[in-house]
């Protein structure tokens, strides 16, 4: 515990540009070779920050990445296959532990239940797209389209949560909150991927 708080203690905001080069290369790790063209990202005060905010950021921008990445592969290609399941992985771990570590505490303050409750509903959304996905032919034509609405529709939600959300989540926890909630997002994120399995069921109408 002392070595942990130490840890938090001597963690330092880095620039935002490091910080999503480094979230890039995460990704760019799974397959060296693909372009991870994510373009400019929305503003956020959060990337580069030290604390849990910063810490959900720097998920999110592996997670543009890994969205680039995929759609520079090719039918039921080993790349896209591998990166699929790592998008899964990191989605599905991401979301219960941003569950765990920041909704479920934001839920209990009236004046951002309606936040947490957007988040978490977006949260299962999300899901049945990926196991919508998953039941499906990677080497169909449809795959792609349904692909690019998954895509459309998480860059919106973490748009929403960057610009929006944390922001208002921010106001209302203490600064001694904020940090301790990265060190249990970090735990449930690990624990979480660990065990994370692609569900197959198809929920979308063709």
């Keep these: 515990m002392a070595t942990q708080t130490i840890e938090t203690r001597s963690r ?3 620039t935002p540009a490091k910080a999503k080069t480094a979230a890039i290369g995460k990704a760019k790790a799974i397959a060296p070779d693909l372009a991870a063209r994510i373009g400019s990202t ?11 905010f910063g ?6 921008d592996r997670h ?3 969205l680039a990445m995929i759609e520079e592969t090719q039918g039921k290609s080993p790349d896209r296959q ?5 998008l899964v992985k990191e989605l599905k771990s991401h979301a219960a532990a941003e569950e765990q570590a920041l909704w479920s505490t934001v839920l209990r303050d009236p004046e951002t239940t309606d936040d947490a409750r957007h988040a978490i509903a977006e949260h299962k959304e999300i899901d049945d797209m990926l196991a919508d996905l998953a039941a499906r ?13 998954l895509r459309q529709e998480y860059l919106h939600h973490i748009r929403e949560e960057e610009q929006e959300q944390f922001v208002a989540a921010q106001k209302h926890l203490k600064a001694t909150d904020v940090r301790y909630m990265r060190r249990i997002f970090n735990r449930r994120k690990k624990e979480g991927k660990a065990v994370a399995k ?3 069921k198809i929920s979308l109408k063709d």
């Design 198 to 200: 692609i569900e197959k």
């Design 55 to 60: 810490r959900l950021v720097e998920d999110h």
């Design 42 to 52: 929305p503003k956020t005060k959060f990337r580069g920050d030290p604390d849990v």
């Design 137 to 149: 032919d990677m080497a169909s034509p449809g795959w792609l389209r349904r692909f690019a609405d």
């Design 82 to 86: 591998t990166l699929f399941l790592e």
């Design 12 to 14: 330092k905001r880095i």
């Design 64 to 66: 543009r990445a890994l």
